[in-house]
């Protein structure tokens, strides 16, 4: 609703009445509204997915759930410093995004290591398991 309603009101703004600074802040909102609609859908579409995969064939042990629980928590967190970022541009906000997105990026890289240890783990000493994911 919120995406429609920012489309709707720069949708009556005329670009060409506007000066060159505006002109490229309102294009800069426009694809950031875009890029936002666009994440919003791959993010729920691979959340459904992956709710879905986990109550048919519980495949997430509390370990896996708790770290992808976790990098949802964080996903969030930093989509709420970009916003903030984006509207304010405040640099030492946007440091802190920076050096949050490399953490985020450093955990996901841990966290998928972990992933595969336990699959390793789980392959070794569970035939049934192995064919389940297969």
Known sequence: ???????????QIRQNQLGEDD???????????????????IINSM????????????????????????LIERLQNNLSLAMSVFVS???DNTRRLRRAK???????????????ERLHKQNVQSPRYQQSTC
């Open 1 to 11: 609703m919120l995406h429609s309603s920012i489309k709707l009101y720069l949708a």
């Open 23 to 41: 002109s490229r802040r309102w294009a800069e909102i426009i694809d950031t509204a875009l890029n936002l609609q666009q994440s919003a859908t």
């Open 47 to 70: 959340a459904t997915e992956v709710v879905k995969k986990n109550l048919i064939s519980n495949i997430f042990p509390p370990a896996g759930t708790k770290e992808l629980n976790t």
């Open 89 to 91: 541009g405040d640099i």
């Open 102 to 116: 490399h953490r985020f990026r450093l955990l996901n890289q841990r966290y998928a290591y972990a992933h595969v």
